[in-house]
């Protein structure tokens, strides 16, 4: 078990560039979330996977964002047309669980956004 | 609409104290409620997790308690340690596919 990872782990761009993050869960689990964290907030949902399958998306989660998780194993975040409020802490979490239940969630390191 | 909600934001106590952060949650048909602990610039790292159907979780010098009817959960601190010093999350999944986090105690523990 080597955790979830998350790449990279800082980001500089210039507004309106194309960025990418990466997530890799914990191997065996099925689900996957997205978060977005500000300083002083709590992590806001952006977007959840069970398997492959894209179940929930935030209203946050403007046209500019998108994400995949092909065949159900690491995950991609794509943000087009940076902005500067855009800057944030993107965090992948992973857990393992089957219809309503769940258990514990682990979360990556974070991908720390700046947008200049 | 779930919301979550953690009172006080910040709290400072000398070293040695008990302390208890609160959080608490609007609707009460949840599956479950995570504690986590955040360091600054760091990822979360979950504490405890209490299941709905349980009352109380312990690991440790951390003991997490879940009253569903009322909505609300406590983290209660025993001995506080410099250490324990970092942000408190508070996260219920109600759905599964959307666990909501509340905004965050955070703890400073004076020497």
């Known amino acids: 078990d080597t955790g979830v990872s998350q790449n990279p782990r800082h980001k500089i761009t210039k507004r309106g560039q194309n960025v990418t993050f990466r997530c890799d869960p914990i191997?065996?689990?099925?689900?996957l979330y997205w978060y977005r964290q500000t300083l002083g907030q709590g992590p806001e949902f952006l977007t959840y996977f069970q398997n492959e399958a894209q179940l929930e998306k935030s209203r946050l989660l403007s046209d500019r964002f998108s994400a995949e998780r092909p065949k159900g194993s690491f995950s991609t975040l794509e943000i087009q047309r940076t902005e500067q409020g855009d800057s944030a802490m993107y965090l992948c979490?992973?857990?393992?669980?089957?219809?309503?239940?769940?258990?514990?969630?682990?979360f990556g390191e974070g991908s720390w956004l700046t947008v200049v | 609409k779930q919301e979550v909600t953690q009172i006080p934001a910040a709290l400072s106590v000398p070293e040695g104290e008990n302390l208890v952060l609160n959080c608490s949650f609007t609707?009460?048909?949840?599956?479950?409620l995570q504690w986590f602990r955040q360091d600054p610039g760091k990822g979360l790292t979950s504490l405890l997790l209490?299941?709905?159907?349980?009352r109380e979780q312990t690991s440790g010098r951390l003991n997490a308690s879940l009253d569903k009817s009322s909505g609300r959960s406590t983290l209660y601190i025993a001995a506080s340690q410099p250490g324990d010093s970092a942000t408190y999350l508070c996260a219920v999944d109600s759905s599964a596919s959307k666990i909501i986090f509340g905004s965050g105690t955070r703890l400073s523990i004076r020497p």
């Open positions: 609707d009460s048909a949840i599956y479950n």
């Open positions: 209490i299941q709905s159907s349980q």
């Open positions: 979490a992973s857990s393992s669980g089957t219809g309503g239940s769940g258990n514990t969630i682990y």
């Open positions: 191997s065996e689990h099925n689900r």
